[in-house]
């Protein structure tokens, strides 16, 4: 499995830098895990964005599917020889606007997940646990069936116990750290120290800190949350097109 780190700041675009959006491949599967601001630019420079089979969505918010409309016009306009397949974009069905909106006639194919059932995606079984944040948003474990390999990631969330169990044992947990040590409990994302604690409880291999405060020192947010992880854990900061191999 591998996960290319298309756009990991929260909330808005900023210098450069774009909103959630991830690449996951494995076994010649390409998988686009939300699709923030500036997604398509910038999965354009890892892949031909005709070529991804799937996307998933944790939620609707605009910082997570900025990009998604643009990439149906893409793939609906893209000159081509032979017709492109439809492509099968999962979501949730709690938000039936922003669901109906994943289907476009002859382009994409609106699929929804439930948080009660496995989903088999490509190369991946896919698990969801619903967190905490303003709507409806989803968690997501991907395990790659061949490898045993585990990813984890947040969505956006505050503080659930239940991370821990839902992490358990991840080769990496990517998760939404937005907030700074001293905002514990916030009512939609993590704190530094709030990753760190549920990466160490979870016994996580790897975590990486995404979702990123625009303003602050990312040194201190990461500095934060390795002294709650522990020395047993390995903690890095999300970027753009930061690749992880597992």
């Known amino acids: ?33 939300d699709a923030g ?47 492109i397949p439809i492509l099968p974009i999962y979501g949730h069905t709690e938000d039936a606007a922003h669901f109906s909106g ?26 969801f646990m619903k967190t905490i944040h303003p709507v409806p948003c989803y968690a997501m474990r991907f395990v790659e069936e061949r490898t045993g390999k ?19 044992n991840a080769d990496v947990f990517l998760a939404d750290t937005y907030l700074f040590e001293g905002n514990e409990k916030h009512h939609a994302h993590f704190t530094s120290k709030e ?18 405060p625009q303003h602050g020192s990312l040194d201190l947010l990461k500095e934060q949350a390795q002294t709650a992880a522990g020395s047993q854990v390995s903690v890095q900061l999300a970027e753009k097109d930061l690749v992880i191999d597992l």
């Open 102 to 127: 994943l289907t476009l006639e002859g382009v994409s194919k609106g699929i929804p997940y439930f948080e009660a059932e496995e989903l088999k995606l490509g190369p991946f079984l896919v698990t």
């Open 1 to 33: 499995m591998k996960i290319t780190v298309l756009g990991c700041l929260g909330a808005y675009p900023y210098k450069g830098q774009g909103t959630s959006s991830y690449l996951l491949e494995a076994d010649g599967f390409r998988l686009l895990l």
């Open 195 to 212: 990753s760190g604690e549920i990466a160490k409880a979870a016994g996580v291999k790897k975590l990486i800190l995404t979702h990123l």
């Open 150 to 168: 585990v990813f984890v990631f947040t969505g956006d969330s505050g503080y659930l116990d239940t991370f821990i169990d839902f992490a358990e």
């Open 37 to 83: 601001s500036t997604t398509l630019i910038n999965l354009e420079e890892h892949i031909d964005p005709l070529e991804l089979d799937a996307v998933i969505l944790s939620h609707y918010h605009h910082d997570h599917i900025a990009d998604l409309g643009v990439l149906q016009y893409y793939r609906q306009l893209y000159p081509v020889q032979t017709p």
